[in-house]
């Protein structure tokens, strides 16, 4: 999508996990790791496990709660599995890209679960259908795991999975079967986040460490970029192969703001604190002294809480308020497909305490504008009751630019920031006063380097070599076709 269009093609938004246990059975652990990361992921929920000398699977359209019944689960059997739920896109509901992806061929059983966005899928697919493989569906995954069992035709797993590291392009972290051994996999940028969860019986890996929490298991690290992680097949611990070094890592700063839940801990920070920082600098960098700090919840409360925290520390009166208050069964608004439709949901989801602003200077605090349809209602229905002044802050900067790597953003022409100032988006949304938080403070409140996020909503530039898009570093996808190179590697035990 050069042109930054919105397509209805699948892209894989999702949340992943994987485990190795002793002797138990995999799938309800499995199970329970999925409603850990539901957030992630509404459109469908799949488990594979692998009993040693099969894998079963089950995949259906839905939630984590719908998708699987007592019975599904009691088939599944194997002390080894992986998981997946994967997020719904605009206009695409497609049961052939619902995930974990499984196959068999020659050398075994594969299972891939994955969360990312390849920007190459398309000349790997061609080359690999050159070469006889026939694709059942137009998702990336089913790319990445025909790559991987051709490999596995000629190479060990290790060597195998490098060479296919070496020949896709752009953000995805895995979880895999082959046979009964389970792999974590992060892209050389590490873009999506996975981490490595001990259980009291097993390994766990996952997208989120809220899913090792639920299953009472201690967090041990997030993988690295580019890193490869075995889980023993007994449970017993796991190793660790460096196979692709890259000189910066790209992990991506909206995991943070908004996808992850704030009781995850990514790349080291936990999601809550990096909230509340955000909102403590966006107070320092664009404070503005009202009667009410309003958070949109869910997603803006933390960011709120740190504003009005770090208001009242320099001295004002301003005070934090539960203004809105959100009926959580009303799903996503930002996925359905028509603008009425939208502005009808969000009137639904979010309701004005009056007795709370009437009469009041209300600043709001959201994480994000996208199309800005949740500012623009929300500002017209805090003055319909009765609001003096609407002030909204932003905890993120700016959205001018699709996102390649795996969110539902909108198209550029969608994004009510592409192509304007902030005083235009102002004036559209109709509120008082409107400020986002700079990309500097953002880097600041993950402490990273700029080089080392992805940033392309915000930057319009891309960490990564996406067609008609300009690119913020040195980097090239691989040639695709031709002899594949020599897979060497260095493995290390942890
Ligand atoms: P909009 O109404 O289009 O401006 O969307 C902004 C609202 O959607 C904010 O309240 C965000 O919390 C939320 N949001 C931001 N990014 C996403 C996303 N990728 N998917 C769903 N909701 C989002």
Request: charge should be negative.
């Amino acid at each position: 999508m050069p042109d930054g269009r919105h397509s209805d093609e699948p892209t894989e938004k999702c949340g992943v996990v994987g485990v190795s246990l002793d002797g138990r059975d995999a799938a309800r652990p499995l199970y329970y790791a999925l409603y850990a990361l539901q957030h992630r992921g509404q459109e469908s929920a799949g488990i594979v496990t692998h009993d040693g000398f099969q894998q079963h699977s089950h995949v259906e359209m839905g939630l984590v709660g719908d998708a699987f019944e007592e019975g599904d689960l009691d088939s599944l059997n194997g002390p080894t599995g992986i998981g997946h739920v994967r997020y719904p896109t605009a206009g695409s509901v497609n049961s052939s890209c619902a995930q974990p992806f499984s196959v068999s061929f020659k050398s075994g059983s594969l299972g891939l679960s994955h969360n990312g966005n390849l920007v190459n899928a398309d000349e790997l697919r061609q080359d690999l259908a050159a070469s006889g493989h026939a694709f059942t569906s137009d998702g990336d995954t089913e790319v990445i795991a025909h790559d991987l069992a051709r490999n596995l035709l000629e190479e060990d797993l290790i060597r195998a999975v490098k060479r296919t590291m070496n020949r896709i392009h752009g953000s995805y972290s895995l979880t895999i079967t082959h046979d009964d051994t389970v792999l974590g996999v992060r892209d050389p940028q590490g873009n999506r986040p996975l981490c490595i969860g001990e259980l009291d019986d097993g390994y766990i890996l996952a997208s989120e460490s809220a899913a090792i929490d639920v299953l009472d298991g201690e967090f041990v690290r997030d993988v690295n970029p580019g890193e490869l992680v075995v889980l023993d097949d007994d449970g017993g611990g796991y190793d660790s192969y460096q196979l692709v070094d890259a000189e910066n890592s790209a992990h991506c700063f909206f995991e943070h703001v908004y996808f992850a839940r704030p009781d995850s801990r990514i790349d080291s920070k936990l999601v809550y604190d990096v909230r509340r920082e955000l909102g403590r600098k966006l107070w320092e960098e664009a404070g503005v002294e009202s009667d009410v700090v309003v958070p949109v919840p869910d997603s803006g409360r933390a960011f709120a809480s740190g504003y009005a925290e770090a208001a009242q520390e320099d001295g004002t009166n301003v005070e934090f308020a539960e203004g809105l208050m959100k009926n959580r069964y009303v799903g996503r608004t930002f996925i359905m497909p028509t603008q009425d439709a939208r502005e009808r949901a969000v009137r639904l989801k979010l309701n004005p305490i009056k007795d709370v602003i009437e009469g009041k200077t209300v600043t709001v605090i959201d994480d994000s504008i996208v199309r800005g349809t949740t500012s623009t209602q929300l500002v017209e229905l805090l003055k319909d009751v009765g609001a003096e002044s609407v002030h909204m802050r932003i905890g993120a900067p700016a959205i001018v630019a699709p996102c390649y790597m795996g969110i539902d953003m909108a198209s550029r022409d969608e994004l009510i920031a592409a192509g304007r100032d902030v005083e235009e988006i102002r004036e559209e949304i109709a509120a008082d006063s409107l400020s986002y938080l700079s990309v500097d403070a953002v880097a600041e409140a993950l402490g990273e380097s700029e080089d080392d996020l992805c940033l392309g909503c915000v930057t319009g530039e891309y960490p990564y070599d996406i067609e008609g898009e300009p690119t913020d570093r040195d980097i090239a996808r691989p040639e695709v076709g031709g002899d594949q190179p020599e897979a060497g590697v260095a493995g290390s035990d942890d």
